[in-house]
């Protein structure tokens, strides 16, 4: 293995002097207490290394060892329901509270194998040799690694106990090498996992928020991005999402973030259970985690470690969910490595690479149909913090051009606490037409008239604001109060959605119909009240107007019955306005209402 | 600091402002410490900032003033700056770079520890989830503390910051263990402050007989600005160290954080790096978080650290890069209004803007009372609708507002009148909760989306004898 002697160090980059070759990203370890670092950078007699820790105390002369491997992590099914650092070393230890520099990968894990493969089958790379139990949690597969190029099995291990790095069945190449496969593997962090077909999604990737699936959909293997101001609450949003969304795997990013609220969500991910499997959330997530004030170079590395832990799981078909939170931050490294270079800067100081860079990340997002000729998917979410809030920033406008959903936070929606903050008119979704013949499918055959309707409603009500504001809420025409109503029902009953609330902190798809069709009732029948000339606010002051603000709090998972009932009143309440109405008393029948 | 390594000799060539440039004839490493005696006799303490192999560029904490480049004598220590700490830590004051300047005795050492601290796992720290209550309605109701928070107050230029970051030091309890005092202290920093608030943070504490369990560390506006860098981080170590060692609950107050960023700037250009926003360095988040990410709590640890940094928005511009950067790494943020104040509102605290994270794991049942969450909610909800209405009565007259709109005009008014102003007097979480539901009562039920009907019924109709709002 090539050396090298340092000669210039600043900050977490250094530059040394080789005696013998290194390749770009390659691995390499540096001085007595080997911290971790990559190659970045080569010239005839000089390397250019970005080091993944702490530089305190180093020194020009020390020395600088490769690896000969690109920056690799070690996958395997021990990874599950477990945190780690941006490149995959353990951080759950407990008897040691603090980070510090020259930190170890995870040691070998015993874990229960049982083969699904017999001596002289022949196996394809990706393909599955044997399930894993890995004590709690979800069954796992065992691949022939990507990169082996496969072959006929000439002996495997009987169902037992194994270490997890020792070797549990043994291949002969068609090129006659014989080749060794164990339950973990490598791979180079920034290097796609392969696989054989990438595949349309027509299948969305639930949140159980309310404006994002019925709204702003996202499907699985797209991608969103979350842009957001501070305390528009980009970090509870996409934290609600990792516990309640529909995936199998989640791989939560905390990548220059703050550690007070990881600790509070990995202290929720085991309390809370899963509603689908009764298991302790945690059981199905991979935390990744960098906080602000660990080595900003090891933030940029975990983007990718976390994707490649996604892909691995992708690989045994299971659909996956990567969270980071935030791209900004991982930007930002980027921007101080790249000025530590002395690199020429574009927008913002930012490198001129962040866009093609964004789109890397982005891209490995997909839908597919994996080497072993199983369906998976990876779902990627990013939230965005740009400075001051402003939209117009480079790693917003950059993001906005790679994502299929974009979730806009809105901070005047968050100063009046009304949460997920997600602007209605500041978002988008490219999947909603896909995603139509799902909802179809389990029964809400009016998605995407409703959906059409109450985005049309909000539009207007944005207009109709603007309006109320010089003219007075008074003076406008009934049809357009009437609007203004709708959209407040919409927004407080159906977009609202409080994270804390046990009833409301998801919505299944069916829920989530029920209320959209109750909505969609209440604004048709309105309406028709409208033409015969009973004004909005006989309405709103109806009894069923607070009961149908409220249902999302105060109605269930599952209580069909209340949800029917509240269809009854409605239908009963607008029959009685009409024939009040009918009766020439509608003015009366209002003012009578609204003394109670 | 423990004994030099290493001393080097006539081996300084060139100083400029808070810098001083070495022949590299020795061997050291990044950030370690030095110390320069210079020919005048004088001894300056600095640090390694940058290496390459033919120089070493330190940076000056003491001023450099008089300094010469001949006769020049430099200890190597071989290790970053440490802050020796040990028991009689409360009560002393000490300079920037925790050198004793209350004319007491050296500190008696136990343990050296390293200045810039040491990232805590996130999966050895406990999620903070007790309430603490500061005595302030606009805290403790709406934008609830709890312990291990950071939660800074942005301020501007003239308002009263210092006397509300008295007050919360001086009223900060847990509610239920009124005798738990003794494990309660203070780690006050003043980073580039004038001389008079210094002063006066001194005696407050005094007169209200908090000194005894406080540490100061006051870097004064004539100090530094390398120094000033120094100044919060040799504060959280005091911290961490009664925290930590000692088991105490620990509320670190640092004022005024503009100064460090400006100190931060000034430094960050004097070496010559490529500046971001506004001419601030482009790792100033990522160094603000290190001083911002030491609050918090360690699972099997007794103590806690609780920030409360201070800073002033220049301009009163919330987008500037220092309010900006910091509520991105902050758990909220509370912001103080010179439009309530010029009404003398106190404290001038701006809801809307403000925030707390951490709220949402402190209250509640079990923790404070049951309906806070709904109560906050619905305070939020209805004063953001006011403050609209207030828009519109500004654009088309009192007169022209419908009924209800009226009604919630008069909420804005008393909400700020009787929930968010409350004068010298600490109030106990229930009075602010009274303070609020009484507020609550003006308005028409239809605007009450955030309240159950039971709340309504209990809090807001009948039932209203034994919670009569303070006066």
């Known amino acids: 293995m090539s050396t090298a002697a340092t000669i210039w160090i600043s900050g977490p980059v250094l530059r040394a002097r080789p005696d013998g070759p290194f390749r770009l990203r390659e691995a390499v370890t540096v001085g007595e207490q080997s911290l971790l670092g990559e190659v970045i950078r080569i010239a005839r007699d000089e390397i250019t290394v970005q080091l993944y820790e702490d530089t305190s105390g180093l020194r020009p002369g020390v020395q600088v060892t490769g690896s000969d491997q690109l920056l690799s992590i070690r996958l395997g099914p021990a990874i599950l329901s477990r945190i780690f650092d941006g490149l995959l070393r353990p951080v759950g230890d407990p008897s040691d509270p603090y980070v510090k520099p020259g930190m170890q990968v995870q040691a070998p894990q015993r874990l229960w194998f049982t083969p699904s493969v017999r001596v002289g089958e022949l196996l394809n790379p990706g393909v599955a040799i044997g399930e894993i139990a890995s004590g709690a949690g979800i069954p796992q597969r065992c691949l022939v690694p990507p990169d082996l190029p496969g072959g006929r099995v000439s002996a495997i291990a009987e169902a037992g106990e194994y270490s997890d790095d020792q070797a549990i069945c043994w291949l002969e190449a068609p090129d006659g090498r014989r080749l060794t496969v164990a339950m973990t593997h490598g791979w180079p962090v920034r290097v796609p996992r392969p696989v054989q077909a990438r595949l349309a999604s027509d299948e969305p990737m639930l949140t159980g928020q309310r404006i994002i699936d019925c709204l702003f959909p996202v499907a699985r293997g797209g991608t969103g991005a979350i842009p957001g101001g501070f305390g528009t609450g980009k970090t509870v949003l996409l934290e609600t999402v990792a516990k309640w969304c529909n995936a199998d795997v989640i791989v939560y990013v905390g990548c220059g973030e703050r550690g007070n609220e990881l600790a509070g969500l990995l202290a929720e991910l085991t309390e809370l259970e899963d509603p689908r499997s009764g298991r302790p959330l945690l059981e199905r997530t991979v935390v990744i985690a960098n906080t602000s004030n660990m080595p900003v170079s090891a933030r940029e590395a975990s983007i990718y470690t976390g994707i490649t832990v996604a892909e691995y799981f992708r690989d045994q078909g299971m659909n996956v969910t990567l969270m980071a939170d935030s791209t900004s931050r991982w930007a930002e490294a980027l921007r101080e490595v790249s000025g530590r270079l002395g690199e020429l800067p574009g927008e913002a100081g930012y490198p001129a690479y962040l866009s093609s860079r964004l789109a890397d990340f982005y891209e490995r997002a997909a839908r597919v149909r994996t080497l072993g000729g199983e369906i998976g998917s990876v779902t990627l979410l990013g939230a965005v913090s740009p400075p001051s809030g402003d939209f117009s920033e480079p790693v917003t406008t950059h993001t906005k051009r790679y994502v299929g959903s974009l979730w806009g936070l809105d901070v005047r929606r968050a100063q009046a606490r009304f949460y997920p903050a997600i602007h209605p008119l500041q978002s988008y979704s490219l999947a909603a037409d896909s995603l139509v013949r799902w909802w179809h499918a389990i029964g809400c055959t009016r998605w995407q008239e409703l959906r059409r309707r109450f985005l049309t409603l909000l539009e207007e009500e944005a207009r109709l604001e603007r309006m109320a504001r010089i003219i007075g809420r008074d003076a406008m025409p009934a049809r357009q109060r009437l609007v203004l109503l709708c959209a407040q029902l919409i927004n407080q009953c159906f977009l609202r959605q409080s994270a804390f609330s046990t009833n409301d902190r998801y919505a299944t798809p069916s829920r989530q119909a029920v209320m959209m069709r109750l909505i969609g009732s209440f604004i048709e029948g309105a309406e028709r009240l409208l033409e015969v000339g009973v004004p909005p606010e006989a309405i709103r002051d109806q009894a069923i107007f607070r009961h149908l603000m409220r249902m999302g709090e105060e109605i269930p998972e599952g209580d069909w019955e209340a949800f029917s009932a509240l269809d009854q009143e409605l239908t009963a309440t607008l029959r009685r306005l009409i024939n009040q109405s009918r009766a020439g008393s509608a003015e009366d029948a209002g003012a009578s209402e609204v003394s109670t | ?471």
């Open chain 2, 1 to 471: 600091m423990t004994y030099a390594r290493l001393v080097g000799e006539e081996i300084a060539n060139r100083a400029e402002g808070p810098l001083l440039f070495l022949s590299r004839s020795l061997d050291v490493g990044l950030n370690e410490a030095v110390e320069v005696e210079g020919s005048d006799g004088s001894v300056r303490l600095g640090r390694i900032a940058a290496l390459d192999q033919h120089s070493i560029t330190v940076e000056m904490l003491d001023d450099t003033a008089g300094l010469a480049l001949a006769g020049t004598r430099v200890r190597f220590f071989g290790e970053p700056l440490r802050f020796q700490v040990g028991p009689g830590l409360l009560g002393r004051v000490f300079n920037g770079i925790g050198r004793p300047i209350d004319g007491g005795p050296p500190l008696a050492a136990e343990q050296a520890y390293r200045v810039d601290g040491l990232p805590i796992k996130p999966s050895a720290r406990e999620a903070p989830s007790e309430f603490l209550e500061t005595g302030f309605t606009a805290i403790d109701l709406m934008n609830s503390l709890v312990r291990g928070q950071k939660l800074p107050l942005f301020s501007g230029g003239g308002l009263p910051h210092d006397r509300i970051a008295v007050d919360i030091a001086c009223n900060a309890r847990l509610p239920g263990k009124p005798e738990e005092t003794e494990e309660f202290a203070i780690v006050f920093a003043g980073i580039g402050i004038p001389h008079d608030s210094a002063e006066f943070f001194r005696e407050e504490l005094e007169k209200s007989a908090a000194l005894a369990r406080t540490v100061l560390f006051l870097n004064l506006a004539s100090d530094s600005s390398a120094q000033r860098l120094l100044a919060p981080r040799f504060a959280l170590t005091a911290a961490e160290y009664l925290a930590f060692v000692e088991g105490k609950h620990v509320l670190v107050i640092l004022t005024d954080l503009t100064n460090y960023c400006e100190a931060l700037r000034e430094v960050s250009a004097s070496r010559g790096e490529v500046p971001s926003r506004k001419g601030y360095p482009g790792y100033m988040y990522s160094d603000l978080a290190t001083i911002y990410e030491r609050a918090g709590r360690i699972r099997g640890l007794a103590g806690s650290v609780t920030q409360v940094p201070i800073l002033t928005m220049p301009n009163d511009d919330i987008t500037h890069p220092i309010p900006d950067l910091t509520g991105y790494i902050t758990e909220g943020q509370v912001v103080l209004d010179r439009d309530l104040h010029r009404r003398d509102l106190y404290p001038p605290i701006r809801v809307l803007p403000s925030l707390s994270r951490l709220m949402k794991d402190g209250i509640g049942k079990g923790r404070t009372h049951a309906d806070h969450p709904a109560l906050a909610a619905q305070l939020y909800a209805s004063y953001s609708q006011a403050q609209q209405t207030r828009v519109l009565a500004s654009v088309v007259g009192e007169d022209g507002l419908s009924e209800d709109d009226r009604k919630l005009l008069v909420f804005g008014d008393e909400f700020e009148q009787r929930v968010i102003h409350q004068g010298v007097e600490a109030r106990t979480l229930e009075e602010s909760m009274a303070a609020g539901w009484a507020v609550l009562r003006g308005l028409p039920r239809g605007e009450l989306h955030r309240l159950d009907d039971r709340q309504i019924r209990e809090h807001l109709l009948g039932e209203r004898s034994q919670r009569e709002p303070p006066r």
